[in-house]
C-alpha cells in the first residue's frame, strides 16, 4: 500500500534531518515527521518539506542571508573605515530603500529627524527595532514594520548604523569587503 511504500525513505529522511538539528528542536520534528508519515501524496511531500524547513530555521541549502561577521564581538566589520562585510553592506542597502536619508541626512547627522550618530551612541537594539518597526507616528517617524525591505534586516540596519555612530564606518557609502 502506498503508505508502506514511502515509509522506508521518509524514516532516512528523517534520520538525517534530525542528526542536523539542534536537540531542543528534535522532538517536535519527530513527531511532526510521524504524522506527515501519516499523510497520503501529495499532501505528503508537502508536509515534509514543510518540518523541513521549520526544522532548520537558518534555510541551510537554500538561499542565505548575510550572517554578522564580528571577531572582536562588534555587529559590524569595517576596513579602512568604508569597507564592510556582507551583513553590515545588506544594512547599508537598507537604510537605502528606506530612504531613511530624507530625514536623518545623508551621512546620519540629522535633519527633520535626529542625527543617528548621536543616537546610536544610546540607543538599545531593542529600542531601535522597536522604532523602526513602529515608528513614532505622533513624532514623525513613520513605521516600516510593513516594508520587508526595511524590517526584514534591523539587525544588518543597527549594524551599519552603530558602525556609523562609533566612527568606525567612516562615510556613509560603503563598499562590499569581498
Ligand atoms: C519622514 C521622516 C523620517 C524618515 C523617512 C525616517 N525617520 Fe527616523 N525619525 C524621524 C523623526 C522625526 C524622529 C524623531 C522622533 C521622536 O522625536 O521621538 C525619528 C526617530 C528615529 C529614531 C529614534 C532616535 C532616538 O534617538 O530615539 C531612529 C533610530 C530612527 N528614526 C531611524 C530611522 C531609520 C533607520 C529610518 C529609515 C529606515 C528612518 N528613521 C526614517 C523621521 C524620519
Not at 21 to 35: F, G, N, S, W
Not at 96 to 115: I, K, T
Not at 119 to 124: D, E, P, Q, V
Amino acid at each position: 500500500m502506498l503508505l508502506y511504500r514511502w515509509s522506508a525513505p521518509a524514516a532516512a529522511l528523517a534520520s538525517a534531518l534530525l542528526a542536523a538539528t539542534p536537540l531542543a528542536a528534535r522532538a517536535d520534528a519527530a513527531e511532526d515527521m510521524k504524522y506527515c508519515e501519516s499523510q497520503q501524496e501529495p499532501a505528503r511531500s508537502v508536509c515534509i518539506r514543510d518540518v523541513k524547513k521549520a526544522a532548520d530555521p537558518s534555510g541551510a541549502g537554500e538561499k542565505k542571508l548575510p550572517q554578522p561577521n564580528n571577531p572582536d564581538g562588534k555587529p559590524y566589520k569595517v576596513v579602512g573605515g568604508t569597507r564592510v562585510d556582507a551583513f553590515t553592506m545588506e544594512g547599508f542597502r537598507a537604510w537605502r530603500n528606506g530612504a531613511c536619508d530624507r530625514c536623518h541626512g545623508a551621512n546620519q547627522e540629522g535633519m527633520v529627524g535626529p542625527s543617528l550618530i548621536a543616537s546610536l551612541k544610546t540607543l538599545s537594539k531593542a529600542d531601535f527595532a522597536a522604532v523602526i518597526n513602529n515608528g513614532r507616528l505622533d513624532k514623525g517617524m513613520p513605521s516600516f514594520g510593513q516594508n520587508p525591505a526595511v524590517a526584514q534586516h534591523i539587525d544588518a540596519l543597527y549594524a551599519y548604523l552603530k558602525g556609523r555612530s562609533d566612527g568606525a564606518i567612516t562615510k556613509a557609502k560603503v563598499e562590499p569587503l569581498d
